[in-house]
């Protein structure tokens, strides 16, 4: 019976999607004692009111014996904002309906036995695959410490993502390439590798459709960058250079921030960028980046646009360099999450974990 | 109003799919003058009566007066049977509607041009594209003296069809493998090269549906064969050996038919099985193979089979070699002609000419 009103909660925490890192997307529905609505709220924004204190803020004295209808299991510690369960209490709800449990090891359930000490009917667990879906990303950092990764190509219908020569604009068509911007903005961080600003200079920006715009990171092991790049330029978007201790820190580009890294590798660049609160990161790399992203376990969900086209080349680019497989047995296999046109492309995305 | 019939015409040809080479798939029906039908028929096989012919056989006497919906133009040349305007004519039709001319230079128009001459009503072009559709192959190796080539291969979404130590089975799932013998069940040969004769030895029937079995063709260059091979047991399905001038005819195996070609190239063997009748062929080659048929116009179509799956390697096979573009403009485009799931996988057909 409360999976229409949990929809609504759903829909309300999706306005927000890919502005709320670290946070979690949330939702919130308030009714009445009589069932009837009286307050909705969801998370815009770090550091900004919680869905629920949203909702209950709109319903005012009307939360009285009423019900809260939220997405993700309120909070019960101090973080930036106060707990969500002391303001629940305060409101004096009665029963509170809740999709999916908080992953995150402070709350681990905590949200949900103080609302039930103090009385309170609660109800987990409604809608929680759509839930979990939604805030698959927050859920992956919190449980991994890494963000979660989607890693993106386009190719022709041959598995080529450039000629010989290297030549690879355009392999997809304007419609998919409209979709990556608005891919990027729904992600904290876009990546790519030295040779990908060597060869495309890229501008990596959603073209304004995330404000402000996912951080840009280059993880350079040579630090052999161009001295002229559109990632350097920081007005545009922030940049964010990586590298590994045996560079030369005298080839540094100026203009963007600078992170030294233990090892120049996918992982701990995602656990550095976990740190700064990326749930979710975009791979827009090369061969041999993407698969070390892969073989360090950095990649969750392939984007591969296919392009009607057959471009063919020994020495051709494709999407991905060694894996170390040698038999069939060991490839990695996936569950196709989405398959849709995008002009004369066609869409393809991949999940690699459950 | 005639679509209705001509639709019926069509689904009656669509009975003999792949077992009329080198002729046309024909379907026909027979109404009386009050507009009842009164006679069905195509064509089975060559060397069997036309579709007409069968049609006005089972209406009999009834044909007076009526009409005959046919999916191709009456024949009006003597070849195998006799011509089938002259039957039309001899059976007292009054009114015949045709979708689709005669593409054969000895027809062209001919057999329309013969029953106006004799003053019966001939409405053609009722549902032309359809019946273009489905008689492409014939229609493409009359025009082109070769047969309509399709490329099939399965590849995992990073474009690989093999491991780099060449470990492929299985790529596809088992639906995509019975798929395949699908194909195979209606084209009229299908051709590999030594390579894929020495790295998978296979077996390349469809597995009984199509009896006779298509022709298996190895285009061999060096004739360097293994002497044992399941294509070389030509009790199960014909096999065809072609080679070129330069080859060492010691090296044959014995119990396939051999056909040397003045080259060892695509083209030459399209000739020599399209003057063997053969109106569709399905190339299931290695990189090297596929790309020499495309660059010599044999391949219309590519049946691409994409697995779930992430196989890597930077010396893994990839679908095609050297095409020897330098320009995303000068690639290869397509339209896609179908998609659909197979199992876990996704077919993917590209039409390459119009």
Avoid: Y
Avoid at 37 to 49: K, S, T, Y
Avoid at 224 to 233: I, V
């Amino acid at each position: 019976m409360w999976e229409l009103w949990m929809r609504r909660a759903l829909a309300l925490a999706a306005l927000a999607e890919g502005r709320t890192s670290p946070n979690p997307l949330v939702g919130a529905v308030v009714l009445d004692g009589s069932g009837r609505l009286v307050g909705e709220g969801f998370h815009a924004r770090a550091g900004e009111d919680h869905a629920e204190v949203g909702a209950l803020a709109q319903a005012g004295a009307a939360a009285q014996g009423g019900t809260l209808i939220v997405t993700l299991e309120p909070c019960c510690h101090h973080g930036r904002t106060p707990p969500c369960s002391e303001a629940v209490l305060r409101a004096g709800i009665r029963q509170v309906v809740i999709a999916l449990e908080d992953p995150d090891p402070r709350v681990d359930g905590g949200g949900i036995r103080q609302l039930r000490d103090a009385g309170l009917e609660v109800i987990p667990g409604v809608l929680r695959e759509e839930a979990l879906l939604q805030n698959r990303a927050f859920v992956h950092r919190v449980r991994t410490g890494r963000p979660l990764g989607i890693l993106k190509w386009a190719m022709s219908l041959d598995g080529r993502t450039a000629l010989p020569n290297g030549a690879s604009q355009w392999i997809s068509g304007p419609e998919a390439r409209q979709w990556v911007h608005r891919l990027r903005s729904g992600v904290d961080a876009v990546v790519v590798g030295g040779g990908t600003v060597r060869a495309d200079d890229p501008l990596l920006t959603s073209r304004g459709k995330r404000s402000p715009e996912p951080l840009r990171v280059v993880l350079s092991r040579s630090l052999d960058l161009p001295d002229q790049a559109q990632l350097w330029d920081t007005a545009v978007a922030p940049t964010l250079v990586a590298h590994g201790p045996h560079a030369d820190p005298e080839r540094l580009p100026s203009g963007p921030e600078i992170l030294e890294l233990d090892a120049c590798d996918p992982l701990p660049l995602m656990q550095a960028l976990a740190a700064r609160g990326c749930n979710q990161v975009l791979w827009e790399c090369g061969p041999e980046l993407a698969a070390a992203a892969i073989r360090q376990g950095c990649v969750q969900e392939i984007a591969a646009v296919l392009a009607p086209k057959l471009m063919g080349g020994l020495a051709a680019r494709t999407p991905l360099a060694q894996l170390g497989f040698s038999t069939m047995d060991e490839v990695l296999k996936g569950a196709w999450r989405q398959r849709k046109p995008l002009g004369d492309d066609w869409l393809l995305r991949l999940r690699l974990d459950g």
